[in-house]
């Protein structure tokens, strides 16, 4: 007999009337034969009107407070569930996380799961009781059972991790929406059903915006080879596969925090191109890296950093054989790119670098873990490693440095990390030619970020180490890092800017933060801006295809949408623009690689 864990989330347990029809779906995966454990959300909106009852009592409430009554949700969903089970005459029993024992680190209101306790629920499936489970809490010990809830939309974690530990054959994700779509079809109703996705690609979607899944209950199905399907809780069609590949074998203790990192790259067969002073209007980038493109030139990693006045810089690497074609390039057109507003920045200028390197550190377990990057850095530092470019997806960091430092940093990374199998050469992808998979599976927005320049940041090692660590020592993520390639000379030391994204909740504490350490960093002025969007798209098979980028800049430019910041990573393009643009950049977008549909997905209310 096989064992199904299924989530049902708040939209489909809503009413009374959609908590039965859930209790049918569950006694019908019973009649099939299988053992069931269900882990359910709040009913509709509840935990958003929680939040607000708090936030009408108190402007910063006491996190063990909100984990107290947020966890109430779950609660009585559980308790009507079971019941109605019951009334179908299928024995059921509700447990909340700390009946079942779902240990939980001590941090309120973002807590992960350390551990969970499988006797119990053992034991109730072996007298055929469907277990129903709240999800979204757990305890930070078994000892004082102080209640903790692990983040918004954290049910599906809780369902994911469920799986893992009782080694289920299948969890079932059932929401409001047929599974997962190229986009969200709240903002673009022409999404279309994918049947399959990897779990990288689902990661990256998940952490830039797309709510459909938690991007840790990805993590967790991706680590422990978890079999993960999203499916509506209106129909009988399939869904979506989320497919991981097979993982290593790890314990089930320290279940979502152990081992961060899982590998150490390097790539030594890259060359930087940067692009100076070039205007701040739409087309710029779409222009420079169509040209890129008409060379079949691939381009790895592309930032764009914050503009100073009137102006932004561009960066990219290629790899050194092609770099140059792609200077040849930049320097063709940039004579075009005066600044028209700014008329004494003069022309853009090129400048290249013929021997960098990248390193990277990869692993599903620091999504939402910002010491890590933070350690990356300090590592670098430490063996006196200057970091030139940084780009950060969720699941990888990258940073370009002098090839000359490459084995320094390589082996200062494996020892921080213990990492013991031999880094791996990242290298260029080479693409077959019957190679159908599509550049770009899917489109997502993130409305929730907010940017942070810092200027005149002095330019020396170990900077960026204790920037991002005085951050992740208030337990702040840093999206989108991005050092301005133009060096600034204050008082003969060498200074750049340094801008990022982080959520916006986030965004006055980190402000805070750096003013009080002004002083003693030695940096400018901090600015913030919270009405920003990002943008992005995702796909494995970017990955050496060139031209993806610029189709995506081009697609924006042709909305006359400005784009005020940009990072890839492997399989990821994003851009930051204006809060206003976002829904109409992610529409431009979605159409430009062909995702749209022709049937509307609606989504019941
Ligand atoms: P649940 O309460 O079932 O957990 P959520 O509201 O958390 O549901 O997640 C489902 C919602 O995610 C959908 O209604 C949809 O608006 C949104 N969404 C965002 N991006 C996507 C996507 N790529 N595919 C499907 N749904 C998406
Ligand atoms: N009820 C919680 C929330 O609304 C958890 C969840 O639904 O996944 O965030
Ligand atoms: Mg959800």
Redesign the pocket.
Known sequence: MSLIVQKY??TSVGTVERIQAVAQRVKQTVEAGHSVVVVV??MGKT?DGLVKLANDISKNPSRREMDMLLST??QVTIALLSMALQELSQPAVSLTGAQVGIVTEATHTRARILSIETERMQRHLQKGEVVVVA??QGISSLTDFEITTLG?????TSAVALAAALKADACEIYTDVPGILTADPRLVPDAQLMSEITSDEMLELASLGAKVL?PRAVEIARNYGVTLVVRSSWTDDPGTKVVSPQPQPRPLVGLEIAHPVDAVGFDTDQAKVAMLRIPDRPGIAARLFREIAQQELDVDLIIQSIHEGNSNDIAFTVTKPSLNRAEAVASAIAPALRSTSDPVAGEAEVMVERSIAKVSISGAGMIGRPGVAAQMFETLAAAGVNIEMISTSEVQVSCTIAESDCDRAISALCAAFDVNSSPSHLGTKTRTADDQTLPVRGAALDRNQAQLAIRQVPDRPGMAARLFRLLADHNISVDMIIQSQRCRWIDEVATRDIAFTVAQMDAEAARELLLQSKSEFGWGEVTVNTAIAKVSIVGVGMMGRPGVAAQMFEAIARDHINIHMIATSEIKVSCVVSEEEGVRALQAVHAAFGLSGSERIEVPA
């Open positions: 989330g708040g959300s709040a935990t949700g779950e999800g979204f918004r939309g954290g049910s599906d938690h």
